[in-house]
Nanobody, 126 residues
């Protein structure tokens, strides 16, 4: 069983930065494809950023150039550095892992992930 625990959310002003963390309780996370997703009230969950087993990355167009996904395989932790936050970034942010493939490339499709965290709220005010 893989457990994911997000942290680092909060309420911030537009233009500022936040770093989200996701602690993973599985020692072989280096082979997992990992991702960050978000869901705003009344909207579907959408992929924000993903990182593959070989550290390849993929980003939603809306966050390219502002967000950076990274992973520390020693600490079993996934990160999302968010710069230049905008009010439209307000959402619940979820960490997800795909443990079904031994190794894989990054993907933003929600159906590709079989483990999810509980989420951390990010609120950006103008």
């Amino acid at each position: 069983q893989v457990h994911l625990l997000e942290s680092g959310g909060g309420s911030v002003q537009s233009g500022t930065s936040l770093t989200l963390s996701c602690a993973v309780t599985q020692y072989t996370t280096s082979r997992f494809v990992m991702g960050w997703f978000r869901q705003a009230p009344g909207k579907e969950r959408e992929g924000v950023a993903s990182i593959g087993s070989d550290a390849d990355t993929m980003y939603a167009d809306s966050v390219k150039g502002r967000f950076t996904i990274s992973r520390d395989n020693v600490k079993n932790t996934l990160y999302l550095q968010m710069n230049g936050l905008k009010p439209e970034d307000t959402a619940m942010y979820y960490c997800a892992a795909d443990s079904t493939r031994n190794r894989g490339t990054s993907t933003l499709g929600t159906s590709n992930y079989n483990y999810w965290g509980q989420g951390t709220q990010v609120t950006v005010s103008s």
